[in-house]
């Protein structure tokens, strides 16, 4: 019996409305807060960050939408810098 055990739905639905990080096959990064996402892995983000393959800040949107063929990975961000 796994009690644990968490699915990715699990820890999706847990960071809904909190600071991630996405990254994207491209190597870029965008940090905000998840607003929402579909079955296909689109994401509405809130107060975006976007950090080129170098980690350099490049930009600041207030909302930003990415398309989920994109999307490397996503992760909980413990703190915004």
Known sequence: EKKNARSPSD???NVLGRPVRVKL?????YRGILAC?????NIA???????NVDGQLR???GDCFIRGNNVLFISAQSNRR
């Open 11 to 13: 820890f999706l639905r």
């Open 25 to 29: 096959n491209s190597g870029v990064e």
């Open 37 to 41: 996402l579909d079955g296909f892995m």
């Open 45 to 51: 983000m809130e107060q975006t960050e976007e950090y």
């Open 59 to 61: 930009a600041k949107y």
